[in-house]
């Protein structure tokens, strides 16, 4: 459905515009209807760049984003694009003007994009979209967001992105803020859209959200993908060094850091990349080593 | 010990009334103990946190002693916390990137500080001290834009703990930061207290599988009050309180796959504390509750060392 083909975002930085920095560079990869997709990243990697030039908040410098083929550059109507592709972002309190109802973010929708429904049909829709973020219309329609929490706020604001029969779902650290016994609700609701056909690009710095609920996983790391494919043996099969670092600091309930075996700190493991034969060298700069499990090349890049 | 608190209590003075964010809490931490608070937004952590160093304006110490090495703490006495703070008690703020003075290089920062307390600057131990969290000496003569989120932090960490402060307080240090910078950032917390530097410490965080890496025991706070404290492990495989029970196994780990096990969240949500209920403040979204949480339930020890504030713990 959405596939992004040699994406690159160049700034430019210093006094007078001189300088330059590659914030993504060469990154391709699909999501597709009913797939979670976890871009996982730590800060500087790229990895909220690439979801703000997949919603079209800031341009592409080179390669091509695509929807169903079409490049999305190219659709003029954003209203069209913005139909089809939503984003929810890290902080919901930011999202809502303090002075109004919370609730006004869905008649914001219909001003826009259904003038013509009516009122009673409208209610129906907002109601069936709360429903279906497991939120009780009767408990948040009406209220002011200092009187919502925070997961309550950034479920609305994944209702009203589900009002507009997206396809596709830019979730960038939409879970980093909230508390953990809400966390897991707005990840397993995440779960039920994709469920229901919906594609999901899942931004994330946070390894264990990222393996809990996506089916293919992306490690960026300045600006380039290192590692990617199935979640499964991109989290059970590291083969990039640096995913191995990622993984052996995250911190585990049930293991201790001093626990782990010395010998995954060791960095000198042959490349998996070189290792692997020429011809599975299918993506520019990846090696498929294994059926949808990409890895880059381990050896020193250039900063 | 090192510390003792007792029942203390702290408000917050607001248009609509008293806040109750600590009410009553009593625990200790011994010495060399690191001990991890941690709590949800609202649960009374950073308020403790915040207590022990300096009540800010909004603040009101309604009760309850603390007891630092055997003196108390006069903590609604600004002045007279000066004894303590620094020397005998010494934080780590939460946002330790702002802490720095941006128009004084570094070194000249801390000589002014020190100073203030009425100590020599010692350049050499200094950068023995940056040396011992990764920085070299070269950072004292350079501002704080001039150097990375992560650096920013260490070097607020040295400054802090610049005196050997009895107990530290270390205030979400590593919620801002990456999974790779928050692992060299709690071991060095964790060499501080090996070194000697700092007797005891408490880190308080959202984080439990962070905490649980360098704690020895954890404290789980509920809506301005205890709910449990525990030896680590202890607390993180056999957890006795409804509470940390549900947080624990609401923690998705790497390894934890949606299509094998659906974890769940806790339903509801926290009470206000400008009112808030009697009895038990879990009780609202405890599967266990019953009659009797309508009565607060002590913070008794069912095991030694393992503090529970549930009547079915025991």
């Given amino acids: ?303 | 010990m090192a510390l003792n608190v007792t029942d203390l209590r702290v408000y917050y003075r607001t248009l609509r009334g008293e806040v109750k964010a600590l009410d009553g809490v009593t625990f200790s931490v011994a010495d060399g103990e690191i001990m991890g608070l941690a709590g949800e937004s609202g649960s009374g952590k950073s308020t403790l946190a915040k207590s022990l160093i300096r009540l800010d304006g909004r603040m009101r110490h309604a009760g309850g002693t603390v007891e630092l090495d055997g003196r108390e703490m006069p903590l609604s006495d600004d002045r007279g916390m000066d004894r303590f703070r620094f020397r005998e008690v010494s934080l780590i703020p939460q946002y330790s990137m702002s802490a720095l003075n941006p128009t004084r290089k570094i070194g000249k920062m801390v000589g002014e500080l020190l100073e203030s307390r009425g100590e020599r600057p010692d350049r050499a131990e200094l950068e023995r001290r940056l040396e011992l969290v990764g920085l070299s000496g070269d950072v004292l003569d350079r501002y704080p834009i001039e150097l990375s989120g992560g650096m920013k932090q260490r070097v607020v960490m040295v400054v802090s703990t610049l005196l050997n402060p009895s107990l530290l307080i270390a205030d979400e240090v590593t919620s801002a930061l990456d999974v790779s910078s928050q692992k060299a950032v709690a071991t060095t917390l964790l060499g501080f207290r090996d070194r000697g530097l700092v007797t005891s410490m408490m880190v308080v965080t959202h984080d439990i599988a962070l905490v649980y890496q360098i704690a020895d025991t954890i404290m789980v706070m509920y809506a301005g009050r205890l709910a449990e404290k525990a030896p680590a492990d202890v607390l993180v495989t056999a957890p006795r309180h409804p509470y940390t029970a549900q947080l624990i196994s609401a923690l998705p780990e790497v390894g934890v796959r949606h299509e094998d096990r659906r974890l769940t969240g806790i339903p509801g949500s926290p009470p206000s504390l400008l009112k808030p209920p009697e009895g038990c403040r879990f009780r609202d979204r405890c599967p266990l509750a019953f009659d009797r949480c309508a009565e607060q339930p002590p913070f008794a020890e069912v095991a030694p060392g393992h503090f529970v504030a549930c009547w079915k713990a025991e």
């Fill in chain 1, 1 to 303: 459905m959405l596939k992004l083909d040699g994406v690159s975002k160049t700034y430019r930085v210093g006094a007078f515009g001189g300088g330059e920095l590659k914030a993504v560079s060469d990154v391709g990869f699909e999501v597709g209807e009913g797939e979670v997709v976890s871009l996982i990243g730590e800060s500087g990697s790229g990895k909220s760049t690439l979801g703000r030039m997949i919603l079209r908040l800031a341009s592409v410098s080179s390669g091509t984003i695509t929807l169903d083929g079409r490049d999305i550059s190219s659709i003029r109507d954003r209203k069209e694009y913005y139909r089809q592709v939503q984003g929810v972002f890290q902080d919901p309190f930011s999202c809502y003007n303090p002075v109004f109802r919370a609730d006004r973010v869905f008649t914001m929708i219909k001003e826009q994009y259904f003038p013509r429904a009516g009122a009673d049909e409208w209610r129906t829709r907002v109601e069936t979209a709360l429903e279906s973020v497991r939120l009780d219309p009767g408990n948040v329609l009406g209220k002011y967001p200092h009187q919502l929490s925070g997961g309550q706020l950034q479920r609305m604001l994944i209702a009203r992105a589900v009002l507009l029969d997206i396809r596709l779902l830019v979730a960038d650290e939409i879970i980093s803020m909230l508390d953990a016994s809400t966390r897991i609700d707005v990840l397993n609701l995440l779960a039920d859209l994709r469920a229901r056909g919906l594609g999901i690009l899942f931004v994330t710095h946070d390894l264990s959200l990222g393996n809990y609920v996506s089916d293919r996983t992306v490690v960026l790391r300045h600006g380039k993908v290192v590692e990617m494919g199935r979640t499964d043996l991109v989290f059970g099969a590291p083969a990039h060094p640096y995913t191995r670092s990622l993984l052996a600091s995250v911190p585990r309930l049930h293991a201790k850091w001093t626990d782990a075996a010395p010998e995954d700190m060791v960095e000198d493991a042959p490349c998996a990349y070189h290792e692997a034969p020429q011809e599975s060298r299918t993506r520019p700069g990846l090696a498929e080593i294994d059926s949808d499990h990409y890895v880059a090349c381990a050896g020193k890049e250039k900063a």
